[in-house]
């Protein structure tokens, strides 16, 4: 089966505009992405998807290749899907444009599940870290999603039940106190469709719940769609926020030393 990577990527972030043209390491953001995700062995190419023609030159400008959608999508998926439907082949692979450490042989591993699994989608998760028992980064944080598992799939790989912004479940016998957040598992925003299904799903309206969370993959769950998780050891940090980013350029300076 024949795999492409799509890269959505958009110049207005209300934390950090202009994200993926951030040059501080020697070049923009949107291309430690691009670079990363040509290591992916199973995907056959990869393509950014912008609406912005700063990107689109900046990604052609290095020599990556970049499509230019509408500018009325509100959602990654919905931009993916307007690209994918001039590419021939069978699994898209969406990588968001802030994940510049995202690893290779991970997105491997969401190939492989969404080729077996048969799902509508597939994606991925991590255990919480150990020390993550409060505040930003932890359980309790509305902005690390959590996945709920459901049936064993395979090794490392279950149903997805609920994906959820509110701290589940939650421990009664604490009181809600977070003892061992390494029991709670974190939703990576990475997604395997089939070609078929990313259009099927980009064509839906949004379900009630995906309205009150803000999260686009429970509208698959909401229409009975199976979506499959496969656990990886733990998250590539992305870039939200100026720290964020500050904090990637010194680990690029640190490797590069």
């Not at 689109?56 to 230019?68: E, I, L, Q, R, S």
């Not at 930003?136 to 790989?157: M, N, Q, R, T």
């Not at 698959?220 to 979506?227: A, D, F, W």
Request: hydrophobic residues 45%; charged residues 20%.
């Amino acid at each position: 089966m024949k795999a492409a990577i799509i890269i959505p990527a958009r110049y207005a972030s209300t934390r950090l505009p202009g994200k993926p043209l951030l040059t501080r390491t020697g070049k923009p953001l949107i291309q430690h992405v691009y670079e990363n995700a040509l290591q992916v062995k199973k995907a056959a190419s990869v393509i950014v998807a912008t609406d912005d023609n700063r990107i689109f030159d900046a990604v052609t400008g290095f020599g990556g290749k970049a499509v230019m959608t509408s500018t009325a999508h509100e959602t990654g998926s919905a931009r993916i899907a307007e690209a994918a439907s001039a590419i021939n082949a069978d699994i898209i692979v969406n990588i968001q444009g802030d994940e510049p450490e995202i690893e290779p042989h991970h997105i491997e591993r969401l190939i492989a599940l969404q080729q077996t699994a048969g799902a509508f989608a597939s994606t991925l998760a991590c255990p919480f870290p150990a020390d993550a028992t409060a505040g930003p980064g932890s359980p309790e944080d509305p902005s690390a999603v959590k996945a709920i598992l459901g049936a064993v799939i395979s090794d490392d790989a279950y149903w997805a039940r609920y994906f959820t912004r509110h701290q589940a479940v939650w421990p009664r016998d604490a009181m809600g106190r977070i003892e061992r957040p390494q029991d709670y598992y974190l939703h990576i925003g990475v997604y395997a469709f089939s070609k078929a299904s990313l259009m099927d799903f980009a064509a839906a309206p949004q379900g009630a719940l995906e309205k009150i969370e803000r999260l686009e993959q429970l509208r698959i769950l909401e229409r009975g769609g199976k979506i499959a998780i496969g656990l990886i050891p733990h998250a590539a940090p992305g870039i939200d926020t100026p720290e964020d980013y500050e904090a990637f350029v010194r680990r690029v300076g640190k490797g590069a030393a």
